[in-house]
């Protein structure tokens, strides 16, 4: 394989894991409970791998969002080592789900006051407005350091960092663009004055029925909708980092809807 090869190939994969993180809703978390039970509360249980299944949203870099409990054990496991895993699932509705893709994600776990990630995550997570606000309740922020992605039989690769950012390489130097800041400006504005764009791209460009989908984020690589419970994600062709490229995505796809034979 050439260097231009190898460069394509890592890319591709990137693609795949970033789609994968971008587009779930839950994840499974694995941590490591604390040595001592004690700090623990897990008895003889200390020390070993735990996994439990959470809720996840992203930052608009592509790090997972987790909002967790102080009284759960993967919270008293990432107080003493915030080291952990997320599984990120994506072989549901597979006749044989090995072959289905499926993401390892290592990282460190820290929790955030950004106003932004709250937001996001509860965009994504209604019901977790009842509760965000109980006082055991905090954001966490995954920093990812490498992952390791499956998508299928012999498409294994070890991805770096870089690799799961926007655009890979090249778009992890741009992920600070003013979409972040104009996120809410443009969420707000498609609902009230796009929302048949928005259930054209959902019927045309996704395959969903029903009407009345709500954009509830958007981010350098696609925008998120919502319906009934129900979470779709809508990926642009190439990464946007600022508003103006990111109207210009949506125009775009609208129209690709617009002319969607029905």
Known sequence: MTDDESRNAAGDAGAVA?????????????????????KAGAGKSAGWPFASLVLVATDHDGAPLLLLSSLAEHTRA???????????????????????ARLSLLGRAERSTDPVHKARFLSRHRS??????????????????????????GQIAWLEQTALAP?????????????????????????????????????RLLGLAGEGWEMIGIDPEGFDLWRAGQIARLAFESPVFDAADARGALVDLANKARNQPT
Do not use: K, W
Not at 86 to 95: K, S
Not at 128 to 153: I, N
Not at 184 to 191: D, F, L, S, T, W
């Open 18 to 38: 970033r789609g994968l993180v971008r587009g779930a809703a839950t994840v499974s978390l694995g941590t490591l409970l604390p040595l001592d039970a004690a």
């Open 78 to 100: 990432l107080a003493e080592d915030s080291r952990c895993t997320l599984l990120f699932d994506g072989t549901f509705g597979q006749e044989d789900p090995l072959t289905g």
């Open 128 to 153: 977790a407005r009842q509760y965000v606000d109980f006082g055991d309740f905090s954001m966490f922020v995954v920093r990812a350091e490498r992952a390791h992605l499956v998508a299928g039989f």
């Open 167 to 203: 655009g890979g390489a090249v778009g992890a130097r741009r992920a600070d663009g003013d979409l972040r800041e104009a996120e809410p400006r443009i969420v707000a504005h498609m609902n009230a004055d796009h929302a048949d764009a928005l259930d054209s791209c959902a019927a």
